[in-house]
């Protein structure tokens, strides 16, 4: 099983940018799939969720209007979408997949700074 995370890097406040999470090794289309940020000094947090059936999706407070997550079953990916991003935006990203079991990707940073 692999989650491998992508599309992290440096961006100024006001700035967008696009994490994809390339899943292999299990059978993507039934899991629910999450984004998750641990900031230095702070818990991980889930930041949103996208289900298997019916591609619902859900978000924390703290990002809703801003973040959109998606999924593309046929390319096993999860995506995050990050807009109007803010200094406490700022964290290392993971990829979650949970079904009756969980797997994690190994994080990509976000740093969103002037």
């Known amino acids: 099983v692999q989650l491998v995370e992508s599309g992290g890097g440096l961006v100024q406040p006001g700035g967008s940018l696009r994490l994809s999470c390339a899943a292999s090794?299990?059978?993507?289309?039934?899991?629910?799939m999450s984004w998750y940020r641990q900031a230095p000094g702070k818990e991980r947090e889930l930041v949103a969720v996208?289900?298997?059936?019916?591609?619902?999706?859900n978000y924390a407070d703290s990002v809703k209007g801003r973040f959109t997550i998606s999924r593309d079953d046929a390319k096993n990916t999860v995506y995050l979408q990050m807009n109007s991003l803010k200094p406490e935006d700022t964290a290392v990203y993971y990829c979650?997949?949970?079904?009756?079991?969980?797997?994690w990707g190994q994080g990509t940073q976000v740093t969103v700074s002037s």
């Open positions: 090794g299990f059978t993507f289309s039934r899991y629910v």
């Open positions: 979650n997949a949970r079904r009756l079991t969980a797997y």
């Open positions: 996208v289900t298997s059936v019916g591609g619902s999706t």
